[in-house]
């Protein structure tokens, strides 16, 4: 009972995030944490499964011959975890089977609150989430003013962007945050003021906060010339800012638009960066004394 106290606690952000989550009603929200929940306690079980036979193995040396011996980790398992893990492995293939259709089909808007808890979640366990295809893995795109999602096709940019200018910022956010970031308490933000004061069309990048900067950086630089391409009228001027995080994935992105020589990288004026770490953030450095 202790070692699995022990292992639950090493994934209580995770747990955490999930317990506010699951408040969330929409089938989508339900399907993804369940999936998350199933995939910690499988964790749980091979962490107190390999605690239990080091323990075994410490008591009786005789059981360090099983090692030397090259006895499989199937051989090895004990009859209660296979049953544990198959138990797991039938309650996941249930669900993608039940809810996975619904889940795809179930992409309505949610509330500010669990938009944060998402974004949150996506940024402790991100990469697990979009390696186990779990429904709240954030799939990068843009969102307008009004919170609405952009699609890259020049008819949605028409209806979703109807005053598009030829001067784009796009507002790139930071580790465990969201497009809602960027929004005070108040209706304006950062993006609307530029509207206001330059006559620049904002537009809020969404992105998995837990995947390698590069690949979110990469993945940035293709949506940017895509965005281009299809945006209404003709792009003259393109600005970017990013706040702590954000600014590492636009310096990723530009030195993939540059590197492959893609058009958007030649309309970027500006690159704005608040907070950035460019240095290295300082949190994961050891402590002097």
Known sequence: ????????????????????????????????????????????????????????????PLNRLRDVAGVSHDERQGHTYRIIQSTMSALQQGLHQSLDKFSVEDDHAHSPQSVRVAAALNGVCGDHLEASSNPLAISMHFRNNRGEKLLQDSENLKVVIPDASSRIVVLVHGLCLSHEYWRGHNEGNLGTELQ??????????????????????????????????????????????????????????????????????????????????????????????
């Open 196 to 289: 206001r004061a330059h006559g620049l069309t904002p537009l809020y990048l969404n992105y998995n906060t837990g995947r390698h900067i590069s690949s979110n950086g990469k993945e940035l630089s293709e949506q940017l010339q895509s965005l281009v391409e299809a945006w209404p009228v003709e792009v003259k001027e393109l600005t970017l800012i990013g706040h702590s995080m954000g600014g590492l994935v636009i310096r990723s992105a530009s030195w993939y638009g540059s590197e492959l020589s893609l058009p958007w990288a030649e309309l970027l004026k500006n690159a704005l960066y608040l907070g950035s770490p460019h240095h290295g953030a300082a949190w994961p450095k050891p402590a002097t004394c």
């Open 1 to 60: 009972m202790i070692s699995w106290i022990i292992a639950v606690s090493l994934d209580q952000h995770v747990l955490n995030a999930f317990l506010e989550y699951s408040k969330m009603v929409s089938i989508k929200s339900l399907h993804g944490s369940a999936q998350l929940l199933l995939d910690v306690a499988g964790g749980v079980t091979q962490i107190t499964e390999k605690m239990h036979r080091t323990i075994a193995r410490e008591a009786n």
